[in-house]
């Protein structure tokens, strides 16, 4: 059965250290792949997609990037976090059929 | 571009009765998918349900339904008989059929069941 893994839970950090969020995919071959960030009591806003090893498109101009090295493995990462970058990080995979499926979140926040 | 609204930030509803969340939906394109999800306080997004733009039929799951008007371009949900589970954030999102799948969200609905 495919299942996604997303890591960690809950982070804090301080403003200007570096962000690393992993998100690895199991039952399933050349997904594609999103990360989407949530503000407290907002929609999900949708930052990358990659349909395959190497290929991002970014969404929105940011502090953030992502990288695909392998195939079920999707990494968003930033450099120098801001206060901004605070929120709720969700990964998503997309099935052959209609359907997608959401990790359990990362909750970042920022200080 | 496309756009989702959701224009109910928060519902109070009471246990057993019907509720509807209203989604409204913008695109230019024929080939396009509906979707409701469900995200309560612990975060993760449980999918709903889903319609796609060439179903005639509105889908239903359970206790959830779709009320499909696509000339209206709306996509309301319905949950009949709630629950004191059914509390959570409700979130309409759309898919437009490329080969990249991205889905939109809207801003989302806070439902909150009352005994």
């Known amino acids: 059965s495919q299942t996604i893994h997303q890591w960690p839970a809950t982070l804090v950090q301080p403003v200007g250290s570096p962000l690393s969020l992993e998100c690895t995919v199991e039952g399933t071959s050349n997904p594609n792949l999103y990360w989407y960030r949530q503000a407290a009591g907002r929609g999900l806003q949708l930052l990358f997609y990659s349909i395959g090893i190497g290929q991002i498109s970014s969404e929105v101009p940011q502090n953030l990037s992502a990288s695909r090295p392998q195939d079920r493995q999707f990494i968003l990462s930033s450099k120098k976090l801001l206060l901004s970058d605070s929120g709720f990080y969700l990964c998503?995979?997309?099935?052959?059929?209609?359907?997608?499926?959401f990790g359990s979140g990362t909750r970042l926040t920022v200080v | 571009a496309q756009k989702i609204t959701q224009t109910q930030p928060g519902m109070f509803v009471q246990e057993k009765e019907a509720v509807t969340l209203d989604c409204t939906y913008d695109t230019s394109d024929q080939s396009y998918g509906l979707f409701w999800y469900k995200q309560p306080s612990s975060g993760e997004m449980i999918f709903l349900i889903y319609?796609?733009?060439?179903?005639?039929q509105n889908a239903t799951e359970g206790r959830y339904s779709l009320n499909f008007q696509k000339a209206r371009k709306s996509a309301n949900l319905v949950i009949s008989a709630s629950q004191l589970g059914d509390s959570a954030m409700y979130f309409c999102?759309?898919?437009?059929?490329?080969?990249?799948?991205?889905?939109?969200f809207g801003a989302g609905t806070q439902v909150v069941v009352t005994p």
């Open positions: 999102a759309m898919r437009v059929t490329d080969s990249w799948g991205k889905l939109q």
């Open positions: 319609q796609g733009s060439y179903d005639e």
């Open positions: 998503a995979w997309k099935g052959d059929d209609y359907g997608y499926t």
